[in-house]
């Protein structure tokens, strides 16, 4: 019997090393020819212990990297109409090249009239229409740093994902969504066969068997067990997850969308919960304020 290749653990925190060494050499030249370089700014609204725990983690990267981050902190209670005169202000400050709204907002603000009052050219997260529009076209546009973060993984370890089956979990507009679209777009990176699944698909662990490769943004702790899962698959683990647990000193773990241990028994290839997608989506934050910035995009 063949006996099973070692399993390969996608290393996003190696990966976003590389990417943002790279990202701070260049802003060290633009600052050394007398510039200020790139300024990331990010707007928190209300006190949700995960998002200040990401604009913290985003803050400090843009420091790494020699940027400004100035992060604008509001209460739960701002006003829809206040929070569209932060956008307003933040779009016209020459000082910001590009700024995050930390989602979700409180359930009275319209995010999508927020995400639609930004302005695409500081729009780092590329959230808005304009952006999700040129990406589906193919045209330049400023990418969704999670979506693009998978895309360097696959790149910096050489997956090739032409002809492939790529297998989506989750049709959320930040992942889901737009990681099929590029995924089956006419480029080096692409044209994959993708099938995007959600909470109204049926028979999906027969689609997910077939997966060559599976990009689980499904939301669920552990969702994606063994049986699901093609032996030599690739499997890229979007989700993050706080599991109790009393033996862990913090009283909790961090788990994906994928039950790991099962599953990297099976995959060619998978990415670690954490240290798999997660630091890579800040990298690609730190790029985009860096192609704001040079106004290569918009
Ligand atoms: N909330 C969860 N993920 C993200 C993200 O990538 N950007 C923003 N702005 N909010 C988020």
Known sequence: MATKKETVLIDGRLVAKKIKAEIKKEVAEIVDRGENGPHLAAVLVGEDPASQTYVASKEKAAHEVGMIS???????????????????????????????????????IDESKVINRINPAKDVDGFTPVNVGNMVLGKPALLSATPYGITELLKHYKIKTEGKHVVVL??????????????????????????????????????????????????????????????????????????????????????????????????????????GVGPMTIAMLLKNTLLSYKKEIH
Do not use: W
């Open 70 to 108: 100035s992060t604008y902190r509001y209460p739960a209670d701002i006003t829809e109409k206040e929070l569209l005169e932060v956008i307003d202000y933040l779009n016209s400050d020459d000082e910001v090249d590009g700024f995050i709204v930390q989602l979700p907002l409180p359930k009275h």
């Open 170 to 275: 989750g049709r959320s507009n930040i992942v889901g969504r737009p990681i099929s679209i590029l995924l089956s777009q006419k480029a080096e990176f692409g044209n994959a066969t993708v099938t995007l699944c959600h909470s109204k698909t049926k028979n999906m662990s027969d689609i997910t068997r077939s997966a060559d490769i599976l990009i689980c943004a499904i939301g669920q702790p552990q969702f994606v067990k063994a049986d699901m899962v093609k032996e030599g698959a690739v499997v890229i683990d979007v989700g993050i997850h706080r599991l109790g647990d009393d033996s862990a000193k913090k009283g909790y773990r961090l788990v994906g969308d994928v039950d790991f241990n099962a599953v990297a028994k099976k995959a060619a290839y998978i990415t670690p919960v954490p240290g």
